[in-house]
């Protein structure tokens, strides 16, 4: 069953390669960590009240070159290289939380704001 998990950590970095872009996660004091990211959704909605927040952005970052010193929503940003927010720093508006069937990390899953 790990053999399963392992390949989908593989497709999984293979797809934000292939649909996502080049960033950089940010910390003061730090060098920038290079990291591939697949931002999925612009204006993602509060599951409560249903109201979409504009300042908000759902993002999946690859676990590759991450899993052993992985985002902290407290002391990274994310800047991304393309696209509307380009070379903009996004701090995380939630703590980043790793998607890990069976304990295998397959990709980081967050939430940065504007």
Do not use: H
């Not at 970095?13 to 996502?20: A, E, K, N, P, R």
């Not at 985002?71 to 393309?82: A, C, F, G, I, K």
């Not at 980043?96 to 939430?111: E, F, H, Q």
Request: aromatic letters at 8%; hydrophobic letters at 35%; charged letters at 15%.
């Amino acid at each position: 069953m790990t053999d399963f998990f392992t390949s989908m950590q593989s497709t999984a970095m293979t797809l934000i390669t292939q649909f996502g872009m080049p960033a950089v996660l940010r910390r003061v004091g730090s060098t920038d960590r290079p990291c591939t990211i697949c931002i999925y959704d612009y204006a993602p909605r509060d599951p409560v009240t249903q109201l979409a927040n504009p300042t908000q952005r759902k993002v999946l970052i690859s676990v590759t070159g991450l899993l052993t010193n992985p985002p902290d929503n407290e002391q990274d940003q994310l800047v991304p290289s393309q696209g509307p927010d380009a070379n903009v720093p996004l701090p995380f508006a939630q703590p980043v939380k790793p998607y890990a069937p069976n304990g295998t990390i397959i990709c980081w899953d967050c939430v940065v704001r504007r």
